[in-house]
């Protein structure tokens, strides 16, 4: 296969992975907003050869019918390259690629072989849609926070993140930028440009996550882990005898394409002449 040559299309990619021209018309299963995030509950293709193609946690299935004789299916990215071959065993009627949450998103194309002529075709766009749904304060919405004390969770944050795309993704950072107690920058835990600092909590295993894989379709709550509306002398915003306002970033690093998801908020601060004593709201822009 010729990479760089741009005469050379998808269709004779295809045809050159497969080996062979095409033998038969093939229908596409489609991964846009016509079909549900994980990509299943899609038709088959016109010959009922490939009968689904979905997404279950970081791994691609393809269901096809055993009375076919299919013997190989190839896995194309959307760059046209193969991303994985699988042999198929006699009788079996499922073969996986493990995708992970480092893939390229796009078009990935599933080609069935029987020998060396393509039979089947189908094809599923994986790409991911992350939205930041609620975020809040451990010390104004415990009963949204691990089962720890108050004292543990009331400098920390939750943020419910949902994936409405179709494909899995990583949260590998979660910071807090602007007009916070304790931001994730250098006015604060200056941890936001450390490539070792998530700033994310697991309960389960009480210590700093490397990244939380979320699945297409799925909504998951992070926990800060860096106490970003904790109150420390000489750093970000500090109470004061006077209500304050103010805003700050919500910033979500992802593992695929390197995306970026933020939300903007205004905070609230209301008078107090007690360092750390004051009440902290906050709401959207």
Not at 221 to 248: K, N
């Amino acid at each position: 296969m010729t990479r760089h040559d741009p005469y050379l299309s998808r269709r004779n990619v295809l045809r050159t992975v497969a080996g062979a021209t095409l033998a038969s018309a093939a229908g596409c299963l489609s991964g846009n907003g016509d079909s549900p995030p994980d990509g299943s509950d899609t038709p088959s293709d016109g010959q009922g050869i490939i009968q689904q193609v979905a997404v279950e946690g970081t791994t691609l299935v393809v269901e096809f019918s055993a009375d076919d004789g299919v013997d190989q299916i190839n896995l194309i990215q959307p760059n046209g390259e193969l991303f994985g071959r699988r042999e198929v065993a006699a009788g079996s009627q499922q073969v996986s690629f493990e995708i992970g949450t480092s893939y390229a998103t796009g078009a990935y194309d599933i080609v069935a072989l029987q020998g060396d002529q393509t039979v089947a075709e189908a094809s599923l766009t994986l790409k991911p849609d992350l939205r930041i749904v609620e975020t809040g304060i451990g010390r104004n919405q415990p009963e949204k926070m691990w089962d720890k004390s108050d004292d543990e969770i009331s400098d920390e944050a939750f943020v419910t993140v949902e994936n409405r795309g179709s494909g899995p993704d990583s949260i590998t950072k979660l910071l807090f930028i602007g007009d916070v107690p304790y931001p994730s920058d250098e006015e604060g835990t200056n941890y936001a440009d450390d490539e070792d600092v998530s700033g994310i909590y697991d309960p389960d295993t009480d210590s700093e996550a490397d990244d939380v894989v979320i699945e297409a379709g799925e909504q998951v709550t992070i926990f800060s882990s860096r106490s970003p509306f904790a109150f420390v002398p000489g750093s970000g915003t500090s109470c004061t005898d006077e209500q304050q306002t103010g805003e700050f970033e919500l910033i979500l690093e992802t593992q695929v394409d390197g995306d970026r998801v933020s939300k903007t908020y205004r905070i609230q601060y209301s008078e107090s002449n007690e360092q750390g004593s004051c009440d902290i709201t906050f709401s959207e822009e």
